[in-house]
Structures are given as structure tokens and as C-alpha cells.
């Protein structure tokens, strides 16, 4: 279905190739996963597949990419959209429509599709990611997840043979992406559709996929089985990390195996404490607040009190309300009812700028905040904008991801590297509160690591306070003090991350869940229980 040839990427204006040398064959109802750190090409790779690169993005293309008997170098990406449907990292940038029943009929009124025939696709794939409810809906409107869902159902409705996904569970919950993959598993085994797609969470997707195609970053790449890959690799998912940490002979790709691994050792060991963190005094408070959109309560009388030092996290389903909460604690959106105070002062009385100063922001799409042509001119902006030394944001983004190029354009970076530019743009002005929706979206292991690590340092060292809304639940056990919970507007969970999280299958973490009924959530909780016991 699906051939490269000795193929070699380079962008205009780069030194450096994208894709080297690559050859490999994925066949009719195969399930592949690109995987590699951020920034390494696994986009540039998707795009190759239905011919946006070189024909839009421009580079010089090496070899030859053969699709369903296609060369995408004489076939332009138009002329396989009925072969190839492709969901990007960023749904939004993809939508024409106003609804969402608009939106999944445009494609097939494009081509002239009976009415019949995309009544009847409309409700399949409506039905397919759970959007039925939501189909008079306008897009700007729905969560993040949900439009996720709906960019993976306008691809769904075109029946392609080949589905190219980029990061699809990156904004869904747990529960979300589980339907959302047991639904490309379907399209795979029952109705032979070649599935490819990019994923950095591969606790998530690594159950399901045939094989894996590692992109090393210096334009070398190989393929195997995701055993084979899984051990020639530091990218890796919290129950390899575990099976490595506890020098097991196998490499468990599924917490079944790994369950069967350890069972000894989880019978074995003894009771570990997770130390607990007590914060200082409360700066932002939300009392009682309420949110509609027209007839949608969006938040019900939440009340939250975000403190010195202390890391809390907002988890919940797709459309539970966390954005909106956010966007109520920031002042971009005012409550209903309710009020929302910073350093006790209503935050309605601040100005824009003296806000700023306190709350350091990071929306879901971080791209949003970045204007300029060059990632240096947007350090250096923010350099001065906040009074610090020059090169000071330069140095946190490069203390995150190393691998950025000043020079770069903004645009040009992926979502994970276009997050971590905002991200060392707001720390650079050291705000009191750091506020985050979804801030390990497109993010490596390695990178989503480092980022803790400086979120975790701001916190203790500086007694910054940390609100982040995600639906990453093992970045939550790893640096997660408090766990908030919500659903359909209402708080139904607050409390320590450790009693929040292990009351939860859906949302428990990995190492959790191959070691239940022991309360360990991280590697690190079982590594101290073994230390222990020596």
C-alpha cells in the first residue's frame, strides 16, 4: 500500500536532511507508529505520505514514495484525497465549516456525493467518535478533545484506504483515546484500512500498532516489531521504564505481561510512603463559580484555591469544564456567578498588565502568543517585555528542548517545540502563578521529563504555584502534588494526587495499574519501596 524508496528529505534554507536514506514497505491493513523526539520529522514524514511535502512546503525530495500505485512526486495531494485521509497535530487549522454536521458533509459535497450516501457517513462517523450529541454544535465551541474527534471523523467520512493521524490522542482523555483506538484497530482488522500514524504517548498506542518506525533525529531510521524497537531506544513508556529499572530478562509492551513479571516482586516488597508537600498561602481562589454557553452549564459552582509551591492538576473527560476554568481564573472569561480573586484582590479590578505580571499563562494552542519570524526575535522580545538579562529565555527554552535553532521560524516548529518557546517566554517574567492547558502536548519522554523537572524546581525553589489541566495521567503521578477532578462542570474529586488517581481505573497511571493493589503511581515509588526493603 504503501512504498519509500531510498527516500531523503532537506527543507529550503536547511543544512541538515529531515529523512535519510529511509526504505520500508507497510502493507494493506497495517497499523504503524513513527516515533521519535520532538522535533525529529515524524510530521515531515505523514505529509510525505499524501504528497503535502515537497508539493506545499517546498525541499528537495530524494527517492521515490509510492502510494496504492501512486508516486506522490507526479501525483498532487488533491488527487489523493480519496486514498489518503490525514488529521493533523492542530485540528482547528483544518476546519471550514461552522458545525460540526457542516463540516463532515463539506469533503463529499466538494466531490458531489449523493445526498443518501453522505447522510448515511455522516451518522457512521458521528456515531464512530461519539460526536452524535454534538452535531448542531459550532466548532468554536467544543473542547479541544472534541475537536480532535471531529477532524479524526471528517477524515473517517471519506471511507480513505490509508488514515495518517499526527499526535490523535494528544487532547483526549484517557477513556477518549481508548474508544478512539479501538476504532482504528477496526478500521485495520475489519475493513483493511492502512493505518500510520505519530504518537508521543506510547503507553497508549503501543498495544495496538503492527510495527514501529523510529526516526532517530540525525535522519537515520529503522523499523521493526515494538519489542524490537522498544529495546534499542530511551523513548520508551513507564512499564518498559519499569521492566529496565528492575532488570527484567523480557520487555513487557502491555500491563498484562508486565503484571505476570513482576508478581513476586509485587507480593514481595513492603509497604512505601509517597512523601507528601504542604503549601504555603493561597493565591488565586475561585469561590463558587458557574460558567454558561447559552444553554450549557460549563462549570457548576467550582470552587479551587491554587497555593504557594504547591503543583495541582485539573484532569477530567473532554468537555468537563477545565479550559473554561482556566479561562475564568486568567480573567479572559468572567463567571456567571461567583468570583475569582489574586493575592486577594478581585481579579476584575487588576489591569491587563498587572495581571500579566502575576499569572503567566499557556493556552492550549501556545502558538497563538507568537508573532514574530525568528524564535531568536521572539526570545529577545521577551527579554525585554520582562526586564531580564539578554539571552535569559533563549537559555530556558534551550534547558528544555536543546535542539531548537534560533533561526528557526516560529511557525515552522512543531506543536511540542512551539510549546516550549511559550513556555520559556512566560517563565522569563517569573510570574507568581504559572497557568498550563495541556503543556505536554507534542512532547517527547525526554522533553516532557526535563519540563517537569523546571516546573517542579519553579515550584519549590521559587514558590511559583502550578495549575495544569491535561489529560497526561503519567505526568500528573510524576509531579502532580494535588489532583483536581471534574466532570460535566461540577468538582468531584480534590484531593492528594496519590488518593485521587488510584481511585480512578480510567485515569490511573501504568506502573499503578501493574502493581494495584500496591499505592505506587511512578517508577520511582516502586524503586524507593525496593530500596527499603534492602
Not at 483526549?172 to 475489519?190: F, G, K, T
Not at 476554568?325 to 456567578?337: D, F, H, S, W, Y
Not at 525568528?374 to 535542539?403: F, I, K, Y
Amino acid at each position: 500500500m504503501i512504498t519509500f524508496s531510498r527516500v531523503s528529505l532537506i527543507y529550503p534554507h536547511s543544512t541538515t536532511t529531515v529523512i535519510e536514506d529511509l526504505s520500508f514497505e507497510i502493507v494493506e491493513g497495517e497499523m504503524v507508529l513513527v516515533m521519535g523526539h520532538t522535533g525529529s520529522g515524524k510530521s515531515s514524514l505523514l505529509r510525505l505520505i499524501n504528497g503535502l511535502v515537497p508539493h506545499h512546503t517546498g525541499g528537495i525530495l530524494g527517492g521515490e514514495i509510492i502510494v496504492d500505485g501512486k508516486s506522490t512526486r507526479t501525483t498532487k495531494p488533491g488527487e489523493l484525497a480519496g486514498i489518503v485521509g490525514i488529521v493533523g497535530q492542530n485540528p482547528l487549522d483544518t476546519f471550514v465549516a461552522d458545525t460540526v454536521e457542516e463540516e463532515l458533509a463539506f469533503g463529499m459535497e466538494s466531490l458531489n456525493f449523493p445526498h443518501d450516501v453522505m447522510r448515511k457517513r455522516v451518522e457512521e462517523a458521528l456515531d464512530q467518535v461519539g460526536l452524535t450529541s454534538h452535531r448542531n454544535r459550532t466548532i468554536a465551541t467544543l473542547s479541544g478533545g472534541e475537536q480532535q474527534r471531529l477532524a479524526i471523523a471528517s477524515a473517517l467520512v471519506m471511507h480513505p484506504k490509508v488514515l495518517v493521524l499526527d499526535e490523535p490522542t494528544s487532547a483526549l482523555d484517557p477513556v477518549a483515546s481508548e474508544e478512539i483506538l479501538a476504532i482504528l484497530h477496526r478500521l485495520v482488522h475489519d475493513l483493511s484500512v492502512t493505518v500510520v500514524l505519530a504518537e508521543h504517548r506510547l503507553e497508549r498506542v503501543i498495544g495496538y500498532v503492527d510495527r514501529i518506525l523510529l526516526i532517530e533525529g540525525n535522519g537515520s531510521t529503522s523499523i521493526g516489531s515494538p519489542a524490537e524497537i522498544l529495546k534499542k531506544t530511551d523513548l520508551v513508556p513507564p512499564i518498559v521504564r519499569l521492566t529496565r529499572a528492575l532488570s527484567l530478562d523480557e520487555v513487557g509492551t502491555s500491563t498484562r505481561e508486565v503484571r505476570r513479571l513482576t508478581e513476586n516482586l509485587r507480593n514481595e516488597l513492603p509497604e512505601s510512603t509517597r512523601p507528601l508537600f504542604t503549601p504555603g498561602e493561597t493565591l488565586l481562589a475561585l469561590e463558587k463559580v458557574s460558567l454558561t454557553y447559552g444553554s450549557n452549564i460549563a462549570l457548576d459552582e467550582v470552587s479551587v484555591e491554587i497555593k504557594t509551591g504547591e503543583i495541582t492538576a485539573l484532569m477530567g473527560r473532554n468537555g468537563a469544564g477545565k479550559s473554561s476554568l482556566i479561562k475564568c481564573a486568567v480573567g479572559i472569561l468572567k463567571p456567571v456567578t461567583g468570583s475569582v480573586t489574586i493575592l486577594g484582590e478581585d481579579i476584575a479590578t487588576l489591569s491587563p498588565q498587572r495581571r500579566s505580571q502575576i499569572i503567566g499563562y499557556i493556552p492550549q494552542e501556545p502558538g497563538d502568543l507568537l508573532y514574530l519570524t525568528t524564535v531568536q526575535e521572539e526570545c529577545n522580545r521577551a527579554d525585554r517585555d520582562n526586564l531580564v538579562p539578554s539571552g535569559t529565555t533563549l537559555a530556558l527554552l534551550h534547558s528544555t528542548l536543546p535542539t531548537i535553532a534560533a533561526t528557526n521560524h516560529p511557525r515552522d516548529l512543531s506543536e511540542g517545540e512551539r510549546l516550549a518557546l511559550v513556555l520559556a517566554i512566560v517563565l522569563s517574567g517569573s510570574p507568581k502563578i504559572l497557568i498550563l492547558d495541556e503543556p505536554t502536548r507534542g512532547l517527547d519522554y525526554e522533553a516532557k521529563n526535563r519540563l517537569m523537572r523546571e516546573l517542579h524546581l519553579r515550584a519549590r525553589e521559587y514558590g511559583i504555584a502550578i495549575l495544569m489541566a491535561t489529560h497526561d495521567v503519567e505526568i500528573v503521578a510524576e509531579v502532580a502534588d494535588r489532583t483536581i477532578f471534574l466532570a460535566d462542570g461540577e468538582k468531584v474529586a480534590d484531593g492528594s494526587t496519590l488518593d485521587v488517581l488510584l481511585a480512578s481505573p480510567a485515569f490511573a497511571p501504568q506502573v499503578a495499574k501493574v502493581m494495584s493493589p500496591r499505592p505506587w503511581l511512578t517508577v520511582a515509588d516502586v524503586l524507593r519501596s525496593q530500596e527499603s526493603s534492602r
